[in-house]
């Protein structure tokens, strides 16, 4: 399907999408520029989204593929793409791996996770299928024993090797323990989270002739948005015109960022994507722009919609029902989402406020962390694995919890990582 001019876009969303419906009920007619629209709140968007009785949609779901994006075991979220839109999809990632140093004839092994409705591994696997370049492409996917994984890079002797960087780290350490290298790989793509630079050291080790890049920065809700810019700095990419729109909106006065180097919410409108539209939706990641004119941005972390620690995705709106369904007596005034970088691992801090602290802090820190953890059982077996911290809590004051300077708003997620 072509690029669609955004006002026929917005017709279409608000005749066919309850949810755009009343999102827009206050608009005139006839809308034609971005900024008269609302960015999309997150908690509305994902209570319509729902798979029975979905307000979102603009079509029954007779024909499509559909994907978990995140989301706790009790909240799931789930994001649709008729064929079309998903081989649209994958075509333009596909080109955009020839940008971030896929070459003709590379073999290329796919180490991310599948299954139980997550979208990395089959995405990867058709951006490959679909690049404009021919490639040999090695589906092995990230729950593969190392050592069966290692082998097969062997003997096909593979030059990328695609995963998260808690896969390629993970491998990299099995494989500097038993004293062996992979010299062929020449490139590590990575994607899904960012990649650190105490994680380099391992990754050179065990793969000594190979360069991390990104492969590329989409998600499964919100699409395509931005391509590798292969340089220094693997957190730059460009976005993906014309498919898709990317706006840098500033905290405060909810305008778009005109100016390079200020950092604001990343927001993003799909031209092309019709079954679940995409209008000025907040990816859930802070960036700058570095060159605006030409698209190009810097991503700087996550913004307060949600959280990535390590492997692991949570939504901070998921997090605080969690708690307030634990915290029976209402003990808890307040809640932040604090990320960590300790060891060489990622970890998160739940900051939980209270008027006075007592003894009973610690059984309901306790329970707050027991819950968490059954809700969201990936961060349980990424802490068993070593992949990431244990999930731990800090119980605080309600005027210890960090605010925005200007406006004294409570900021949900404190991202202490370094980002530099």
Known sequence: MPVQPLAELIRFARQNSPFYQELYAHLPDHVAHLTDLPVVPQSDFWRANSPRDNKLLTAPLDEAVVFRSGGTTGSPKFSYYTRTEWREFTAAFGAGLVTAGLRPGHRVADLFYAGDLYASFSFVLDSLHRSPVEN??????????????????????????????????????????????????????????????????????????????????????????????????????????????????????????????????????????????????????????????????????????????????????????????TDVAGRVSGLQLVVRRRDGRDGLLLRLATGEPTGSDAALGEAVVKAVLEQRPLYASATTAGHVNPLAVEWVRHRDLAVNARSGKLIRVVDERPHA
Do not use: N
């Open 136 to 325: 040999v492409r090695l589906p092995i996917g990230g729950a593969a024993p190392w050592e069966s994984t290692a082998a097969t890079l062997e003997e096909f002797r593979a030059q990328v090797v695609a995963g998260t960087p808690t896969t390629l780290c993970a491998l990299a350490e099995r494989l500097t323990s038993a004293g062996r290298t992979l010299p062929e790989v020449e490139l590590l793509f990575f994607g899904g989270e960012c990649l650190f630079g105490d994680q380099l050291p391992l990754l050179k080790a065990a793969f000594p002739h190979a360069e991390a890049r990104s492969l590329g920065y989409a998600s499964v809700d919100a699409g395509l948005l931005g391509e590798a810019v292969p340089g220094t700095d693997p957190r730059v990419h460009r976005a993906f015109t014309p498919y898709t729109v990317v706006e840098i909106v500033d905290d405060e006065a909810g305008l778009p960022v005109a100016s390079d180097g200020v950092p604001g919410r990343l927001v993003v409108t799909d031209l092309r994507r019709r079954l679940m539209p995409v209008l000025r939706y907040p990816v859930g990641d802070r960036a700058a722009w570095v060159d605006r004119e030409a698209g190009v941005f810097r991503i700087l972390g996550r913004a307060e919609e949600g959280v990535r620690v390590g492997p692991v995705s949570l939504y901070t709106q998921d997090v605080h029902d969690i708690v307030t369904a």
